[in-house]
């Protein structure tokens, strides 16, 4: 399963595609929006790509994973368009006979994902509205986190 998608990505259909009675181990790697990166205040995130030149590499890296592991299933599956705090952008799910190489290749899978696949990704900051007693009265503004 390789896909890009505008939905929300459901992690269990993901792991499930890859389940096999010879695999003794699966792997599911889930990155999803997180609200605080250091001290900014995260909204969402929007995703564009690219979508047949990243459909073209993610199936490169789904090729490259079975030659240096021996995986019995390999998915892959990255959102696009707005995510939501708390939502999955992207779900990697890989089975193997044996744990260390389905743990193995699923870090390399993200790791090399983030960098050579064309997705980008926007953040939407919070904003904080802030008011204060000055000399002349109260004063409000808006900052982002």
């Known amino acids: ?5 505008s939905q929300p990505i459901d992690a269990t259909l993901v792991l499930e595609s890859v389940q096999s009675p010879s695999a003794g181990a699966s792997v599911l790697f889930v990155g999803s929006t997180r609200e605080w990166t250091e001290d900014k205040q995260t909204a969402s995130l ?3 790509c690219y ?6 590499k993610l199936q490169e890296l789904e090729s490259e994973a079975r030659g240096r592991w021996p995986l019995i299933g390999c998915s892959l599956v990255h959102r696009v368009g ?3 705090i708390g939502e999955a952008s992207v779900v990697i799910a890989v089975s193997s006979a ?5 743990f193995e290749a699923g870090q390399w899978l993200i790791d090399t994902l983030k960098t050579e696949v064309p997705i980008w990704k926007k953040e939407k900051l919070s904003l ?3 008011s204060e007693p000055t000399r002349l009265g109260m004063i409000s503004y808006a900052v982002f986190c």
């Open 1 to 5: 399963m390789i896909e890009i998608v």
């Open 46 to 48: 929007d995703y564009e």
């Open 51 to 56: 979508e047949e030149m990243a459909i073209l």
């Open 82 to 84: 707005p995510v939501e």
């Open 98 to 102: 044996h744990r260390k190489p389905a």
């Open 128 to 130: 904080i509205h802030i």
